[in-house]
């Protein structure tokens, strides 16, 4: 097979779902006020409560963790995409085109992946016109956090999504999902103390390791706020290896047939009441 | 002997649970031909679509398209086919030069060909103005006629269409056929179409009626059509059960619809006398007019034509 046959067809899943999230207006700004939300309000007030005991602010701990948030919501909103294709049967278009089906999946993960990223970069940009982030940042760290959270939770998203009928069943699951994994991450607070069942839980997280890259990296000011948890070593290796579980169930799962099967049944049942 | 055989299929089965929703299909369908599955809604046709353009592993049997296994060569089949699905596979939310460069992409065109194929397709479909429109914003039969160039933008040697008039008014099922026709002429593609509009198959070189997923006939629609008699009488009464058991005799076995009694005749009309004058209040109304597809099909598991094709 040569190469160019199958790096088209990525690309066009990729391009696709940039002009698609820039005509999404409303998805590009809640990415935004979300993770913003959480930094100046709630941040702002759990910061209140902390400060009488000293130590760096509440705020510069919640920079990384917001920065995931965005990540987390886009990367799995994006994988969405591959919920609503076959509902609105644009799927066709991918399974009749001439490449194998798991090709499809791994074109997915890299476009949910780019959607999560260009929503963090905007993030960034507006984390810096606010003065939260430091100068003293790693910008590898940073690069190898933000793609790897990113890739980690649209493959999650992938595999999620493997498994779902129908949008409604995928919108239970994500809040089935994407919240205890938000929650039991280091977003929120440092994993170090948790209790032990919690803190087996958050390690097992493949997110927790995407926040605790983005901690090693310094992001916020004033510099050490958010201590990491574990070595970057240690996060590298639970990011690539859960995302390459995820993604390889999820190619298995789609490229059987009898995935589809069920939809193309339906299909022709409901056409004969 | 295979090799100018567009699609071939020996036994071709799909099983759905304890439904069998398509039993042992045979296919040869030479390259050029233009070929029509026909049969009601639930008969198999869509089942025997997907099992050939890949989307579907056969429980039993063989299938060859283009020269290439189904089962084991499926990207060599799916590059060369084009497939217009009874449901669009469009993305409405595009334009429709997003939708065509998706799909070109797809199928590992260079941008310039896809420029240069979509603007040939657009053209012959009517659509050069509509280029920029967003898909969501055409009528549904130009929507059917862009998911017809969709399909057709790979250049494929075999263009498989299930249904592509389903859902249509007239106009637009007229246009849809003036493309397909367009399509074949000046490209001299093999057309694989299913449809249960029945009238519409005239124009293909051979048909096969499918019926709970078995192929029951199969021919050029011309010789089903003549087997069937040289006229077809219909007689409308409030008594048709009377009426059929007096002319029986004379027409042979009828074929009773409500309140309408067919006969399938060998003579023409003009040798059948004044019917509505002999039969006088008993008939409402008295036609005859010449066997189409659609009497191919009510006359099909009737047991006078079945006692006939065994012999």
Redesign the interface.
């Known amino acids: 097979?040569?190469p160019?046959?199958i790096v088209?067809?990525i690309?066009?899943v990729l391009?696709?779902e940039v002009?698609?999230m820039m005509?999404q207006r409303g998805r590009l700004l809640s990415s935004l006020v979300r993770p913003l939300l959480w930094l100046l309000v709630i941040g702002a007030g759990f910061g209140a409560m902390q400060s009488r005991h000293g130590g760096p602010g509440y705020q510069a701990f919640l920079v990384p963790g917001v920065l995931g948030m965005t990540l987390l919501f886009g990367g799995m909103l994006a994988a969405l995409s591959m919920v609503n294709d076959r509902e609105?049967?644009?799927?066709?278009?991918?399974?009749?085109?001439?490449?194998?089906h798991y090709w499809i999946v791994i074109a997915k993960a890299l476009s949910a992946t780019l959607a999560a990223l260009i929503q963090a970069a905007l993030l960034l940009v507006l984390l810096a016109i606010l003065g939260y982030l430091s100068l003293q940042t790693s910008v590898p760290l940073l690069l190898a956090g933000l793609v790897g959270t990113a890739f980690a939770c649209a493959s999650l998203g992938l595999l999620v999504a493997a498994f779902s009928k129908t949008l409604d069943n995928y919108a239970t699951l994500m809040n089935l999902v994407i919240f205890p994994v938000f929650f039991l991450s280091g977003s929120l607070y440092p994993v170090q103390q948790l209790p032990p069942a919690l803190h087996w839980v958050a390690t097992l997280n493949p997110y927790t390791h995407g926040v605790d890259l983005l901690k090693h990296a310094a992001l916020s000011s004033p510099a050490g706020a958010a201590a990491p948890d574990f070595s970057v070593a240690f996060d590298l290796a639970m990011i690539i290896g859960f995302s390459a579980l995820a993604l390889t169930i999820a190619c298995v799962r789609f490229s059987r047939?009898e995935a589809?099967?069920p939809l193309?049944?339906r299909?022709?049942r409901n056409?004969?009441d | 002997m295979t090799q100018d055989l567009a699609i071939r299929a020996e036994g071709l089965s799909k099983r759905?649970g304890d439904t069998l929703?398509v039993d042992g299909v045979d296919l040869s369908i030479a390259a050029g031909q233009f070929f029509g599955l026909l049969g009601p809604?639930?008969s198999g046709k869509?089942?025997t679509i997907?099992m050939l353009?890949t989307?579907?592993?056969p429980s039993t049997g063989r299938a060859w398209v283009a020269g290439h296994a189904v089962s084991q060569d499926p990207?060599?089949v799916?590059?060369a086919i084009g497939?217009v699905?009874?449901?669009?596979?469009?993305?409405?939310?595009?334009s429709v030069w997003?939708n065509l460069?998706?799909?070109?992409?797809?199928?590992?065109?260079?941008l310039a060909e896809i420029n240069a194929r979509s603007a040939q397709l657009l053209e012959l479909f009517g659509l050069a103005d509509k280029r920029d429109r967003s898909v969501g914003a055409l009528s549904g039969g130009m929507r059917r006629a862009l998911d017809i160039a969709?399909g057709m933008l790979h250049q494929p040697k075999i263009l498989f269409l299930d249904e592509p008039t389903i859902g249509l008014d007239v106009p637009n099922r007229r246009a849809i056929w003036r493309h397909i026709g367009r399509l074949r002429a000046e490209l001299g593609i093999t057309v694989f179409l299913t449809t249960h509009y029945l009238e519409e198959a005239i124009d293909c070189d051979e048909v096969a009626f499918l019926s709970a997923g078995r192929i029951v006939r199969s021919g050029t629609p011309a010789t089903l059509i003549e087997q069937l008699g040289r006229t077809i009488v219909e007689i409308e009464s409030d008594h048709p059960q009377e009426i059929a058991d007096r002319l029986a005799p004379r027409f042979g076995v009828p074929l009773i619809e409500g309140d309408t009694v067919h006969f399938r005749v060998d003579r023409e009309p003009a040798e059948l006398g004044s019917l509505q004058a002999e039969l006088a209040t008993l008939a409402r109304a008295t036609r005859w007019r010449r066997p189409n597809l659609n009497d191919v099909f009510l006359w099909m598991s009737h047991p006078a034509l079945q006692r006939r094709n065994a012999a």
């Open positions: 097979m040569r160019e046959m088209r067809p690309y066009a391009e696709r002009l698609k005509a609105s049967g644009v799927m066709r278009m991918l399974v009749i085109a001439p490449i194998e047939d589809n099967e193309i049944h299909l022709a056409r004969a | 759905y929703a809604n639930g869509t089942s997907h353009s989307l579907l592993r990207l060599a799916r590059g497939v699905f009874q449901e669009p596979a469009l993305d409405r939310t595009l997003e460069r998706f799909a070109g992409r797809l199928n590992g065109l260079t969709r």
